[in-house]
């Protein structure tokens, strides 16, 4: 399957030097879509700073049944 999705991302400053949030979606039209975005957490750590984020997605159409057939390959490990 060959697909180009189009669509925004957008950032949310909801915590400016704390923390972020990502949010975006895409439409490949065929292909289907995708929806998602991320929580980003910074933490001081000495001298560093430490990102630490959590991640959820969804997707439909082609893309899902995608999806499923490589977990469902990967669960049998590749032995159908």
């Known amino acids: ?5 189009s ?4 950032l949310v400053p909801s915590q ?3 923390g972020f949030s990502l949010q975006g979606d895409g439409n490949g039209g065929e292909a289907g879509f995708a929806k998602g975005g991320a929580d980003g ?9 430490i990102l630490k ?3 959820k997605a969804a997707v439909g159409g ?19």
């Open 1 to 5: 399957m060959k697909a180009g999705l």
């Open 7 to 10: 669509g925004n991302v957008g």
């Open 16 to 18: 400016a030097h704390e």
């Open 41 to 49: 957490e910074l933490a001081e750590y000495g001298d560093e700073t």
């Open 53 to 55: 984020y959590q991640a």
């Open 62 to 80: 082609k893309l899902a049944r995608l999806r499923d057939y490589c977990q469902n390959m990967a669960a049998l490990d590749g032995h159908p």
